[in-house]
């Protein structure tokens, strides 16, 4: 069972950055893909970014391409979202999640994501 904690959410204004954070409990963090999806209200929840297991291929979703990176600390089990050029869009909570152990492919697909973090929130002003 994989337990993920996020943080580095909070309220930024149009233009600034943030760094989310993605602490994992299990020692074999380093076999799972990982993901950053996000639900804005009244709105479903869409895949942001990606990441294999060994770092070496990452996926984005096209609105935060450029904008937004994604990479992983396996010593630390950690994944990390770099947010800049923050737009009110980006607005949400975001959320980490692991999948089932398969770790060398990125899912955009929520339901083939086992484990999820609480989610984070991100609020960016215009």
């Known amino acids: 069972q994989v337990q993920l904690v996020e943080s580095g959410g909070g309220l930024v204004q149009a233009g600034g950055s943030l760094r989310l954070s993605c602490a994992a409990s299990?020692?074999?963090?380093?076999?799972?893909?990982m993901g950053w999806f996000r639900q804005a209200p009244g709105k479903e929840r869409e895949f942001v970014a990606g990441?294999?297991?060994?770092?070496?291929?990452?996926s984005y979703v096209d609105s935060v391409k450029g904008r937004f990176s994604i990479s992983r600390d396996n010593a630390k089990n950690t994944v990390y979202l770099q947010m800049n050029s923050l737009k009110p869009e980006d607005t949400a909570v975001y959320y980490c999640?692991?999948?089932?152990?398969?770790?060398?492919?990125?899912?955009?697909?929520?339901?083939?994501?086992?484990?999820w973090g609480q989610g984070t929130q991100v609020t960016v002003s215009s």
């Open positions: 999640a692991a999948d089932r152990g398969r770790g060398t492919v990125v899912s955009t697909i929520a339901s083939e994501y086992d484990y």
């Open positions: 990441i294999t297991w060994s770092g070496l291929r990452t």
């Open positions: 299990e020692r074999t963090f380093n076999s799972h893909a």
